[in-house]
């Protein structure tokens, strides 16, 4: 299956900052995604992103707050902006591929002070 | 809107009990449901059921699709401490913009004491 690595693992920042998070696979792939898990919560898509094309974002996230960039086939970055402590969360990317189905990074817990 | 139910949200169990986990979904251009293992941060893969009746099986996790009443279940056997995790499914949906989309239920979140 795929391998993701996901940088930074953790992170605190200050309000008013923003993080960018990378996600780098082994293998090229065509749909990335980048997921949201609040403390407690389960998992919610924030956005579909293909290279080559505009992200698309599902209801309640805008690109002004979660800018995503997709360069080539093996690489995404979510930025987190203008952070809020209900930022706080862990957040993941995960590809889809037609043998190994879904697979995740290994996620970045990010918390806002 | 794409609706997927999990229960029991909680489970305490012992080493060696037998436990089923439940998950209803209403997921529009239904393709197939995942279940996940999420210890930390990231899920890990358990199983994908894509067609009805047919039982996935790894080691001592099972799990079976019902596609005509839209659930899925996946039981544990001779549950262990390292089975204590939160276990979650998510239809996969191949329908238009949503294309890929994964909606997670609220997960189970399984204790398996010694």
């Known amino acids: 299956s795929a391998v993701i690595s996901q940088k930074p693992s953790r992170d605190i920042c200050q309000r008013g900052t923003s993080l960018t998070i990378q996600c780098q696979v082994d293998?090229?792939?065509?749909?990335m995604f980048w997921y949201r898990q609040q403390p407690g919560q389960s998992l919610t898509l924030i956005a579909t992103a293909n290279q080559g094309s505009e992200a698309t974002y599902e209801s309640g996230f805008v690109i002004d707050k979660f800018p995503i960039s997709r360069p080539n086939l093996t690489f995404s970055t979510l930025t987190v902006s203008n952070m809020s402590p209900e930022d706080s969360s862990i957040y993941l990317c995960s590809v889809m591929t037609p043998r190994d189905g879904y697979t995740f990074g290994s996620g970045t817990r990010l918390t806002v002070v | 809107e794409d609706k997927v139910v999990q229960s029991p949200l909680s489970l305490v169990v012992h080493e060696g009990d037998t436990v089923t986990l439940n998950c209803s979904y209403e997921v529009t251009n239904f393709r197939s449901l995942l279940w996940y293992k999420q210890e930390k941060k990231a899920p890990t893969f358990l199983f994908m059921l894509t067609s009805s009746g047919i039982e996935k099986k790894s080691g001592r996790l099972s799990s079976i699709l019902d596609k005509k009443e839209l659930f899925s279940i996946l039981n544990i056997t001779a549950t262990q401490t390292g089975d204590s995790a939160v276990y979650l499914c998510?239809?996969?949906?191949?329908?238009?913009?949503?294309?890929?989309?994964?909606?997670f239920g609220q997960g189970t979140i399984l204790t398996v004491h010694p």
């Open positions: 998510a239809p996969f949906n191949a329908g238009g913009t949503s294309y890929g989309k994964l909606t």
């Open positions: 293998s090229q792939v065509t749909m």
